[in-house]
C-alpha cells in the first residue's frame, strides 16, 4: 500500500465514484436547487395556514415528497463531492451554501408538521385512510403529537438547523483538515502517519516497535485538540438535553431513543449483556494474540493485530469483485446485478488521498443508486468492509424499488443488520470455498473475530457505553470537559478488558476517533442489527433459501415497520435476551475453534 497520499486530482479516475448519475452537470445541479426554492414557495403558498381537511393533507404532503426527491440529490451531491475531498474550498463552499438553502426550506415548510400535528386525530385518520403512500409519514406524525412545539417554534428551530447541526461539522474539519500528523520516528527511519494511514496500516502492523510508536505518535497528536473536541462534543450533547426538554421527553435518552421506536430496556440490556458476557471471551482472544506474537505484556495498542499477519491474501479491485458477486449471489439474481452495477457504474471511490473521509460509508440518494466510501488497501480484510457497505447499498437499493421517500429508511436500531449479514454471508463463501485449508479457516473466523464482531460488538459497543456515562451527566444537569470524556472511556475500557489488556496511555482519548457520538444513540445499534444478522445467518445455515427469501422481504419493507416487526419478518424474536446471548455464545466458540485451530497449525 503507498503511504503518501495523492492529491484528489492526482487519482486515477477509474478508482473514483462517479457522481454524474445525480446531476450530469453543475448547470443542472443549479437548475435543480432553483427548482427546489420555486417548489417550496409554491408549497407555502398553497397550503401555509390551510392544512385543516384530509384532501389538502395529501395534496400538500404528494407536492412535499416530490421536493423531497429532488432535495436528496441536491445534499448528496454536494455532500459526496465534500467527502472525498475537504481541502477543495470550492466544494466546502458550494455544501455549506446549499446546507443554508436547505434550512431556509425546512423553515419556511415546518409549518407543514406543525400544522398536521395541531389537527383532530380523526382529520389525521381519515387522510391516513386516504393515501397509502403518506400513511406512514401521517402515523409519525400522530406518533410525535404529545411532544409537538408551537408552530413559530418549530420554525426557529428548522431555521437554526445549520448552527444546531454544525458540531460534526466542526469535529469532520479539526480532524481531517487540520490535524498534521506528519511522520514518526522509530530507529532513525521515518515513516509517514495521517488519520487514514493508523487506521488502515498502522494498527496491524506486526512490528511492535513500528506498531506502538505509531500509536504514541497518533495519539500525541489528538492530545493537542481534546479540548477543542471536547468543547464541541459538550455542546453537541447539551443541544441534545436541551431539545429533550423543550420536546417534554422524561430524559435526553427516551428523546434519542424515539426516532429509533425502540425502548430504554433495549437500549440498557444491548449494553449491559455484552459488558458483562462477551468480555470474558473477548479477554480470552487477547491472551491469544498476545501468546502468537510472543508479547510480554498486552497492550490496547495491540489489539488490532492479526492471529496470522503474514496470511492474509493481497486481492486487487477485480478480484474482490468476483469474490462479492459469487458470496452474495445467494440473494438472488436481482442482488446480483446490482454489486455488477455498483462496480461497472462507478458507484464505488476506492481511492486514497488527501483529504477523504476515514472508513467506509454507503450514501443512497433516493432515486438514483447507492454509493459507496471505501480507502482501499488491496487487503482480503477490505473485502468484507466492502460486503459490508453493499449491505446497505442493497438494503436500500430494494427499499427504494418498493417505497416511497418517506418509507424507505428504518429505524437506526436495525440499519447495521443488513450489511454485517453480507459480512456474515462473505464468511460462509470464503469457508466453503476452503473447506480443507485450516490457515485459511482460520482466517476467516479471526477476521470474523476481530473485524467484524470487534468492530460491531466491542468498538462500537464500548462508544455506547462510554456515551451512556456522558449522556447521564447532561441528564442530570452537568456538562463534560476533555478530562471527564477521558476518565469516562478510560473507565469503560478498563472494565471490558480487566487484567488481559494493559490501556496505554493516550488510549483515553478514543472518544475523538468516531463521528458516531454526533449522531444520536447510534453506537450501540451496530451490535443491536449485527445480532439480527446472526440469527438470521444462523437459520439460513439450517433452513437454507427460505431464510433468504424472507430476507429480502424485509429489505424491501424499507422504514415500513418498526425494528421489532422487522427481526419478526426475518424469524428473529428481539423481544427477549435470548438472540443476543445466542450471538454472544457463537462468538465465544468461533474463538474456542480459532485457538483450537492454532494449536493443530502449530502441531
Known amino acids: 500500500m503507498s503511504t503518501h497520499l495523492l492529491e484528489r486530482k492526482q487519482v486515477d479516475e477509474k478508482l473514483t465514484w462517479d457522481l454524474s448519475s445525480i446531476f450530469r452537470t453543475e448547470r443542472d445541479y443549479e437548475e435543480a436547487l432553483e427548482e ?25 404532503l404528494d407536492k412535499y415528497r416530490m421536493l423531497a426527491e ?30 443554508n438553502i436547505a434550512a431556509d426550506i425546512e423553515s419556511r ?17 381519515r387522510a391516513i385512510e386516504e393515501s397509502k403512500e ?25 431555521a437554526l438547523s445549520p448552527i444546531i447541526d454544525s458540531f460534526e461539522d466542526i469535529y469532520n474539519m479539526a480532524k481531517l483538515a487540520d490535524m498534521n500528523f506528519g511522520t514518526f520516528k522509530v530507529e532513525d527511519k521515518e515513516y509517514p502517519l495521517s488519520f487514514s494511514l493508523f487506521e488502515t496500516k498502522w494498527e496491524y502492523e506486526k512490528d511492535t516497535k513500528v506498531r506502538r510508536a505509531a500509536f504514541e505518535a497518533f495519539y500525541s497528536k489528538l492530545k493537542e485538540y481534546q479540548n477543542t473536541i471536547a468543547t464541541v462534543y459538550n455542546l453537541h450533547v447539551q ?24 425502548d430504554r430496556e433495549m437500549y440498557e440490556r444491548q449494553i449491559d449483556l455484552i459488558m458483562e458476557h462477551l468480555a470474558p471471551h473477548m479477554r480470552k482472544f487477547a491472551k491469544l ?52 452495477r455498483a462496480f461497472e457504474e462507478r458507484w464505488i471511490d476506492f481511492a486514497e488521498n488527501k483529504g477523504k473521509m476515514t472508513g467506509a460509508f454507503c450514501a443512497t440518494p433516493y432515486g438514483v443508486h447507492p454509493y459507496v466510501l471505501i480507502n482501499w488497501a488491496n487487503r482480503m480484510r477490505e473485502v468484507f468492509v466492502l460486503a459490508h457497505e453493499l449491505g446497505h447499498a442493497g438494503h436500500f437499493y430494494l427499499a427504494q424499488k418498493f417505497q416511497n421517500i418517506f418509507d424507505t429508511r428504518p429505524s437506526l436500531y436495525f440499519i447495521e443488520a443488513p450489511s454485517t449479514m453480507n459480512e456474515l454471508l462473505m464468511a460462509n463463501y470464503l469457508m466453503n470455498k476452503n473447506s480443507s485449508d485450516k490457515k485459511m479457516k482460520r482466517w476467516v473466523l479471526s477476521t470474523l473475530v476481530s473485524r467484524t464482531y470487534y468492530h460491531n460488538f466491542v468498538t462500537h459497543l464500548l462508544e455506547a457505553a462510554y456515551q451512556r456515562e456522558v449522556y447521564k451527566i447532561v441528564d442530570r444537569g452537568g456538562s463534560v470537559t476533555a478530562p471527564t470524556l477521558n476518565k469516562i472511556k478510560r473507565e469503560v475500557l478498563e472494565k471490558f478488558w480487566g487484567d488481559a489488556v494493559k490501556i496505554n496511555e493516550g488510549a483515553e482519548l478514543t472518544w475523538m476517533r468516531q463521528p458516531h457520538y454526533y449522531m444520536g444513540l447510534y453506537p450501540y445499534t ?41 427481526a419478526q419478518m426475518a424469524g428473529v424474536d428481539i423481544t427477549t435476551e435470548k438472540p443476543l446471548l445466542d450471538t454472544i455464545q457463537y462468538i465465544g466458540d468461533m474463538i474456542d475453534e480459532i485457538i483450537r485451530l492454532t494449536d493443530e497449525i502449530g502441531k
Open 36 to 60: 427546489a426554492k420555486v417548489m417550496a414557495d409554491e408549497i407555502e403558498r398553497e397550503f401555509k395556514g390551510r392544512l385543516d381537511s384530509p384532501e389538502r393533507i395529501n395534496r400538500c
Open 289 to 340: 494474540l498476545q501468546k502468537i506474537h510472543g508479547l510480554e505484556e498486552m497492550t490496547f495498542a495491540d489489539l488490532k493485530l492479526e492471529v496470522d499477519p503474514d496470511f492474509e491474501p493481497e486481492i486487487s479491485i477485480d478480484d474482490a469483485k468476483v469474490y462479492i458477486e459469487e458470496a452474495l449471489s445467494v440473494l438472488g439474481e436481482d442482488y446480483k446485478e446490482m454489486i455488477k
Open 134 to 158: 403518506n400513511a406512514n409519514y401521517l402515523k409519525e406524525i400522530l406518533r410525535k403529537k404529545t411532544h409537538a412545539l408551537p408552530p413559530e417554534v418549530e420554525k426557529a428551530l428548522s
Open 239 to 262: 443541544k441534545d438535553k436541551i431539545l429533550s426538554k423543550l420536546r417534554n421527553f422524561d430524559s435526553v435518552f427516551d428523546s434519542l431513543l424515539f426516532p429509533q421506536k425502540v
Open 70 to 99: 429532488i432535495v436528496t440529490k441536491l445534499w448528496h451531491y454536494a455532500f459526496l463531492a465534500v467527502a472525498v475531498d475537504q481541502t477543495d474550498v470550492a466544494l466546502v463552499e458550494r455544501q455549506s451554501n446549499l446546507k
Open 109 to 125: 415548510l415546518s409549518f407543514i408538521e406543525s400544522e398536521i400535528i395541531q389537527q383532530k386525530q380523526e382529520i389525521i385518520e
Open 526 to 566: 451496530y451490535s443491536a442489527g449485527l445480532t439480527i444478522a446472526t440469527q438470521v445467518n444462523k437459520r439460513y445455515l439450517q433452513e437454507g433459501q427460505k431464510a433468504l427469501e424472507d430476507w429480502k422481504e424485509v429489505l424491501k419493507a424499507g422504514g415500513t415497520k418498526t425494528p421489532l416487526e422487522l
